[in-house]
């Protein structure tokens, strides 16, 4: 391991310094700092509510000294530094009626008040207003308002209020989140306007390694959202929080044991996929319980998810080419028709122990496993022109013709049918051990101990045939449909499709290994007689490993006559209703017995083959050591939390560049490493103007790692795309200032309404630049996609957030309500890019373009009636245009389109036991649309079909 260097050393021995200064202080009253190790005791407890569910987030309060605490997530409290005397012990949670009363404190001995039961409020007609429906979002509103940054809180029951099946699309719920699809659902996510790898995921505060190859973070389609307690989405970091995350930090916390008695529930339903008209499956079990009066607690619960995804999807290659005599002529180069079927499997499991020695020492235990697997079939129409544009001022024909329109040898078209046979299984196992103790009265120590592993093992069969030399006839009438009409082809004649290419992947490994060990100490003091504060130091070290492993072999010919007839499968019909016909194509199964069959005549290409291989395997290492010093201070209806924070990274890396060498191509292996580190500071202020009025503020700076493959000096060739993807080892990590408003106000039986503001300074913003390669007798006119660094992005914007069951109206229309956010972020990016250019070095510079994923509006608004036993809502999500990859040329910006989806859910509760349900996804079916320099370039067009499920709710 890398020895520590000085700024570490010096972090370490700051955190001794605070330490010392309180322990120096300690029965010194001259100092202003009150013993509390002298004639003080704890007072612990329990809050729970009247039918015996926990309530965590309750503030404890002794109103004469200042002092005051939470409730943690099992409703449990421990106010330390009580000294002796009479005191009026309060307690408030939004939704409930205040609990007071008076504790004599003698200073002999800690105080356990036991189970301390709240009742719920009543409206101004004298009902009962906290139902089973908006508890659990209550508890999360209690917490969001007395934590000590900006955050916000989303429990399970709000989780569940809408028709969400993985952690992606729950969260897409949330102020200032979009969300990115694959194969219809939520997969990852970005928080205000910056990318994706700006956001740091965690799961009960362990970083997951990622399967998914182009990200850091781990796609969210993973994790079923039902297995959730809850997700806690901070976008203000203080010291004690890992500091890669310039966008916000969101962790998913698992349930722990609550119920003494023991309780079982669970969900059965099935479904229908409309695009594909296939049914669904869907289960849920938990059981939970705590033993021995109290002190040991389990919960064991599972998933199981199993539906027909996929999309129905074409993509346009537009390209500046020569026509006839014109040079850069823009031109739809290239059309590509792209259905895919798949067959889903989602499975969940959690396993969590606990056992609390007393109230103020646990220890905890936890295994979790998430997997999912895809089955697919894509069938695939490549319609291309190669540039074969040879009439001047007419880039509406490609082909190379005679004047009387006949085809002369040498045309470059190409029309290409494949088939894609996918296999893949996604994994991700983590097991979580720590503890929490309170030692001498006074000092809260907390550790742990997490390992997560996560593997994508995918094995691929794919098939292509093509027919050459066609002359197309280009039809951009509806640029919303673009059409390639082959002028002296039959594409239903099976036999013209000659032999192109057998690929097989077997298989394809990508995943990672994650090691954290964290301990962290926090020890209160009193200055005066009304000043409560704390000083809080720890320390982390993760170890990580990323590795993928590619075993491609490929044959490109075939000794013999090979026509796709031999092989020919199904008709598949027609997509975006009609408008495109997909015929024939390879069956799999024939493909694959064919290949067996004449094995001995597949030609192997050894070139090829090593490119598709050695160019994607690679292993790298990342080593992140942190220290942090954090104090908090209370006067009263201010409170401030600060410190610093430093991070110190150091990654390696394995892999190869390929080489041409006598001839042919060579897989050549290199090596590389990163360090730097960063000093992060924060502040965050809470002001409570009244109870439930908190006006906040915060300046923290954070940073963000570039993609494990985004450093590895890899490059990907494409030959059939003219793409290449390389990487780029000298890609700095991005960092930022960020500063935060944010006013709130809960209302006192339920519901809450924010409004708030942010600003980001970025420096070295990383994204992905998509540019034309010149000069180059291999790569001429390819596409090149490389990761950056841009200068400086400065990003701002405000958000919005209204939540309230409408109870003060009279009878039944106090059961409708309204759930609704919005964010308007604004942004604005330069780069510079230094480039060769006939012998010279030319540097080309662009400002004023918005960050790379930032969408200037967003927004969330759902309907809802509760009443009784009947339950019926509509939600509407929006995500505005962003921009998705730019150059110094406007004509390679990327921009995906707007796009609005709705989903409603309805719920009947037969009794306390059981419920049941119906819930809709994307009735609207708006397709996801992007486009180059001008909306009517489409590159790609997908629609996901709606899904309904139905089924029933159960609890015993």
Known sequence: MKILTKTATIAICLNMFWFCIVSASSGNEESGLIAYQEQTVTISGRVNGSEGEVLPGASVFI?????????DINGL??????PVGTHVFEISYIGYEAYSREITVDGMANIDLGRIVLNPSANQLGEVI??????GQQRAYNQQKNADQIKTIVSADLINQFPDINVGEALQRVAGVNIERDNGEGANIRIRGTPNNFVNVTLDGAQLPTTDGDNRTESLDLIPAELLASMEITKALIPEQDGDAIGGSVNLQTPTARSQKGRLSGTVAGGYADIFQRGSFRSKLKYEKRFADDKFGMVVSGSYYETVNGE??????????????????????????????????RIGVGITFDYKFNQNSMFYTSVKYNSLNDENERYRIRLRTRGAFNETGNPFVAGITDPDGSIENGSSTRFRRDMRDDRQTRENITFNVGGEHLIANSLKVDYGYNLSRSERESFEERAVFRAENLIYDIDLSDPDFPQFIPRNFDTSDYSQYQFGAYQRNLPSIFGGFNQTLFANAALPFRLGSKVNGEIKSGAK??????????????YAEFDGLYTMDQVVGDEQGTIFDGRYDMGAFPSPSRALTHFRDNFDLYIFQPGESLINTASNTYVANEDVRAWYSQFKLDFGKLSMVGGVRFEETYADYEANIIELRDGSEAAIPTEGEQYYSFWLPSLSLKYEVQRNFNLRASYFRSFARPNFIDIVPREQRNFADAELFRGNPNLLPASADNFDVLGEYYFSTDGTISLGAYYKRIENFIFEQTSIIEDDPIFENFNLIQPVNGDVADVFGAEFTFAKKFTFLPGWLSGFGFYGNYT??????????????????????RDDVPLVGQADHTWNAA?????????????????DRFIQTFDVDPFFDRFREERYQLDANASYRINDNLTVFIEAQNLLDNPVVEFQERRSQVTNREIYGWTARFGVNFKF
């Not at 409290?77 to 009580?82: A, R």
Request: proline share 1%.
């Open 63 to 71: 109103r004469s000294l200042n002092l005051g605490v939470t409730s």
């Open 77 to 82: 409290f421990s106010l330390s530094q009580v």
């Open 130 to 135: 906290i139902t089973g429906s908006i508890e």
């Open 312 to 345: 129905e999807r074409f993509e346009g290659d537009w390209r500046k080419r020569r026509v006839g005599e014109e040079d850069n002529v823009t031109v739809l180069d290239e059309l590509t028709l792209r259905p895919l079927l798949n067959l889903r499997q």
């Open 541 to 554: 070290l993760r170890l990580q490993e990323t590795f993928r492993t590619e075993n491609n072999i490929q």
């Open 824 to 845: 308007y972020t604004h942004s604005s990016s330069s780069f510079v890019r230094e480039r060769e250019i006939d012998g010279e070095i030319v540097v080309q510079r």
């Open 863 to 879: 309907l809802y009636y509760d009443y009784k036993k009947f339950t019926i809502r509509g939600a509407l999500n929006y995500n």
